[in-house]
């Protein structure tokens, strides 16, 4: 469902405070989307449509990195 990848999120920022997260969504709900921004303003938020995979791989080796 569309609050599972919150759910997700909130777990793993309870969980793992200092892992870096991103966020690949199709989801468009600005309000879900202010909400994952609020939560947690570390996390980097894609859309799918919008992110191409040599685009995702870079911002993946970038948070491995500790770069912000």
């Known amino acids: ?5 919150v ?19 199709n989801l468009n709900i600005e309000e879900t989307l202010g909400e994952i921004r609020t939560m ?9 449509p919008h ?3 040599s685009d995702l791989a870079d911002i993946i080796q970038s948070k491995l990195r500790g770069e912000k």
């Open 40 to 48: 947690s303003p570390q996390t980097e938020v894609l859309r799918k």
């Open 51 to 53: 992110c191409p995979p």
């Open 7 to 25: 759910l997700l999120l909130q777990t793993l920022n309870t969980q793992y405070p200092n892992i870096p997260t991103i966020v690949l969504t």
């Open 1 to 5: 469902g569309m609050r599972t990848g």
